[in-house]
């Protein structure tokens, strides 16, 4: 399995940006991929994800905000994120879960900052 995450920056409050992260390793069409994101001194926590039939679910703080799409056929996830504030700012991760596995991108920078 690998996840590559892409498309981070920096970016004023109240801009957009998009993530990207491509999959590779898995029959990606038939699971669920999710997007998690750290703040500096903060856990990871979970963003938003997308199953394999294109329903989403997201995390309170970017209901609204944050739209979670995937292209089954390049195989890619994306995270369309608008209306950016300060508290956005981590790490963004794509992850897969899959029979109690744990499966990470590296990770894409994203800073909210005027």
């Known amino acids: 399995v690998h996840l590559q995450a892409s498309g981070g920056g920096l970016v004023q409050p109240g801009g957009s940006l998009r993530l990207s992260c491509a999959a590779s390793?898995?029959?990606?069409?038939?699971?669920?991929v999710d997007w998690y994101r750290q703040a500096p001194g903060k856990q990871r926590e979970l963003v938003g994800l997308?199953?394999?039939?294109?329903?989403?679910n997201y995390a309170d703080s970017v209901k609204g905000r944050f739209t979670i799409s995937r292209d089954n056929v390049r195989r890619m996830l994306y995270l369309q994120m608008n209306s950016l504030k300060p508290d956005d700012t981590a790490v963004y991760y794509c992850?897969?879960?899959?029979?109690?596995?744990?499966?990470w991108g590296q990770g894409t920078q994203v800073t909210v900052s005027s």
């Open positions: 390793g898995f029959n990606f069409k038939l699971n669920t």
């Open positions: 997308i199953t394999s039939t294109g329903s989403t």
């Open positions: 992850h897969l879960g899959r029979s109690g596995d744990d499966y």
